[in-house]
DNA sequence: ACTGAATAAGTGGTCAGACCACTATGGAGT
DNA sequence: ACTCCATAGTGGTCTGACCACTTATTCAGT
């Protein structure tokens, strides 16, 4: 019945650290006090320090370097994002489930990207899907990077990164032909009902 | 543990347990081996072992408890949640992309979950938010998790899952109140166009 | 034989200290 | 002014110890 608040050092530790980003306004790149500063300061040890910075670098909140010190990361990696998924999708998920789920995401950035398209896009685009000595996934890939690039939405990206490569160890990533010059040019007209149409023939086409 | 390929050993370990996992086709609630027996099995210190562990503590993956053991956890708990959005918020530029994300898997589940509403489902829906005694954010999880969960698509609804318990911390979820009920009438009139339409109006509202 | 309390064993929580590997710095020698 | 390298500072890792908590075991009293 003892409800021992009885909180773990690291997540104390994490907490100051926190608080201490916030009250010295640290910004991405800044330095953080080193390991050994940070122990004494909070009265912890070492380890405790670490298993908070740890925990902290793998999110992809800081980075560390080898004799230099730890950082405040320079941009919003979603490090989060990768470790969660590799745990998620170790599960026994249906191929069914990633494609569609890959399917989605591509359309979706797709019209998103309509917003931020201008002219040199489309041409890009079209250079991609001509490239010669490059395979279909590999065309998939560049071409869909850059979409996912033109939507200014890291995070998309990163839930569509980490889905392609699990479907990739499965099976073609591509659609047919004809579909990447359609798109194409649903982008250049700002169709999204195209786009969503386009998208919708390649599900019921598996 | 071998320093090979100037890999950090608590990410070895952090990769060998996930392995563990799957191997032994752990589920939520099994049982982890200890800290000392993890150690002695993957060369490894108990402190890096820690490392690894209260990282994944902190997404909560596992959870451990004081003399027990550590145990594989369903990743539900919204225990560190807070703490970890606290970090990983604060850049407005996340915040919004969150949101988006969000917001386009509500929609995209609300378009699969035509192939499969039946008539019961309407009525569900509806009731779910009629319910007098819950907080909106509250009626729109419900609302969603039913809708999710007539897609018969686990890793969408986790994707989201995950999304929303970040999103959740900073503001709220919900979305007009005449909303829902739209949502519910386009879904039984099968109109996907319409809900693309509603989506669209709430993302141009914030 | 049963019950219950004391004990032991196993586990996570934390700490201190040691050593290694890497990086930046500053002073000695040119 | 320049180069070189010893050195201090930093993260990376390990060992061993002790504490706190939970569960299993033992054993005394009935």
New binding site residues.
């Given amino acids: 019945m003892s409800t021992?608040n009885?909180?773990?050092?690291?997540?104390s530790v994490l907490e100051e650290i926190r608080n201490y980003i916030d009250h010295h306004r640290l910004v991405s790149g800044d330095k953080?006090?080193?390991?050994?500063?940070l122990?004494e300061t909070l009265?912890?040890?070492?380890?405790?320090v670490?298993?908070a910075?740890?925990a902290m670098?793998l999110l992809g909140l800081i980075q560390?370097?080898?004799?230099?010190?730890?950082f405040l990361s320079n941009y919003q990696s979603y490090e989060s994002v990768e470790l969660l998924a590799s745990f998620i999708l170790r599960e026994k998920h249906t191929r069914q489930e990633l494609a569609t789920v890959k399917l989605l995401l591509e359309k979706e950035a797709t019209k998103l990207a309509i917003h931020f398209a201008e002219n040199g896009d489309f041409m890009k685009l079209k250079t991609i899907m001509h490239t010669a000595n490059s395979g279909e996934n590999e065309k998939h890939m560049a071409f869909f990077q850059y979409i996912f690039d033109m939507t200014n939405n890291l995070l998309i990206k990163k839930i569509w990164l980490i889905i392609v490569s699990f479907t990739q160890t499965l099976h073609d990533l591509y659609y047919e032909q004809t579909f990447y010059k359609d798109v194409i040019t649903a982008l250049q007209e700002k169709d999204s009902p195209k786009i969503e149409q386009l998208f919708f023939e390649q599900l019921i086409n598996r």
Wanted: no cysteine; proline share 3%; net charge positive.
């Fill in positions: 021992t009885h909180q773990k050092v690291y997540y953080l006090p080193s390991e050994r500063e122990a009265y912890a040890s070492r380890s405790s670490r298993e910075l740890r670098e560390t370097r080898h004799g230099e010190g730890t």
